[in-house]
Nanobody
Framework: QVQLVESGGGLVQAGGSLRLSCAAS????????MGWFRQAPGKEREFVAG????????YYADSVKGRFTISRDNAKNTVYLQMNSLQPEDTAVYVC??????????????????WGQGTQVTVSS
C-alpha cells in the first residue's frame, strides 16, 4: 500500500503558475503509475494527467495540454504537476493518485487504487 501527500496548492492570479508535488510513502514507488485529478465544487472528479512507471508514457486531459506538465522523480518518491497559464476554470482541489503494480496507465477513476487528500488551487480573474 502507498500513502500520498500533496502540497503546493494556493491562490494565484490568472496567467500565473503553480507547481504541485505529491510525496509517496514506501520503497516501491517506481512500480506505481501516477496521476493527477481535480474536483471543482459541484462537479465530478476529472482526470488531469497521468504518467507511467518510468516517466515515458504520459497522458493529459485536452483542457490542460500545452499548459500543464506532469513528471516524476522515482529517487524522491515524488510526482509533480507544473501548471502554467492558469485560468479561473482551473480552480479545484487537485488530488494525486497511484495505480497498483500491474495496472496500465489510464485516465479513469478506476485505473487508480490509492488517493491523496488533495490540495486546493484557486485562480483569481
Amino acid at each position: 500500500q502507498v500513502q500520498l501527500v500533496e502540497s503546493g496548492g494556493g491562490l494565484v492570479q490568472a496567467g500565473g503558475s503553480l507547481r504541485l508535488s505529491c510525496a509517496a510513502s514506501g520503497r516501491t514507488f517506481s512500480s506505481y503509475t501516477m496521476g493527477w485529478f481535480r474536483q471543482a465544487p459541484g462537479k465530478e472528479r476529472e482526470f488531469v494527467a497521468g504518467i507511467g512507471r518510468i516517466g515515458v508514457t504520459i497522458y493529459y486531459a485536452d483542457s490542460v495540454k500545452g499548459r500543464f506538465t506532469i513528471s516524476r522523480d522515482n529517487a524522491k518518491n515524488t510526482v509533480y504537476l507544473q501548471m502554467n497559464s492558469l485560468q479561473p476554470e482551473d480552480t479545484a482541489v487537485y488530488v494525486c493518485a497511484a495505480g497498483r503494480p500491474g495496472r496500465a496507465l489510464g485516465s479513469r477513476l478506476y485505473d487508480y487504487d490509492y488517493w491523496g487528500q488533495g490540495t486546493q488551487v484557486t485562480v483569481s480573474s
